[in-house]
Nanobody, 118 residues
Framework: QVQLVESGGRLVQAGGSLRLSCAASGRTRSSLAMGWFRQVSGKEREFIASLDSTGGNAIYADSVKGRFTISGDNAKNTVYLQMNSLKPEDTAVYYC???????????WGQGTQVTVSS
């Protein structure tokens, strides 16, 4: 069993930056593929970025490519999402997910709200 706790979401102005954190427990992060997703109320959850189980090979959604960076810290069992040049359309609840591979991310955190004001 893996527990995930996200943090770092808050209100920020357009053009600003935020770093989200996701702390994993119950299994070492270094053996997990991990990803970030977001969801706006009434819409489907959207993939943002992921790392494979080696902690590398990052992939990104086109909507965030060049602005967001996913990274992991094995020593802290944590994965981060650095978000730069934020836009109002980035407003959503951001979720961390983990699993044995990036195609089977079945552990989920509770989400953290990011609000970008124009």
């Amino acid at each position: 069993q893996v527990q995930l706790v996200e943090s770092g979401g808050r209100l920020v102005q357009a053009g600003g930056s935020l770093r989200l954190s996701c702390a994993a427990s119950g299994r070492t992060r270094s053996s997990l593929a991990m990803g970030w997703f977001r969801q706006v109320s009434g819409k489907e959850r959207e993939f943002i970025a992921s790392l494979d189980s080696t902690g590398g090979n990052a992939i990104y959604a086109d909507s965030v490519k060049g602005r967001f960076t996913i990274s992991g810290d094995n020593a802290k069992n944590t994965v981060y999402l650095q978000m730069n040049s934020l836009k109002p359309e980035d407003t959503a609840v951001y979720y961390c997910a983990a699993g044995g591979s990036r195609h089977s991310l079945h552990y989920w955190g509770q989400g953290t709200q990011v609000t970008v004001s124009s």
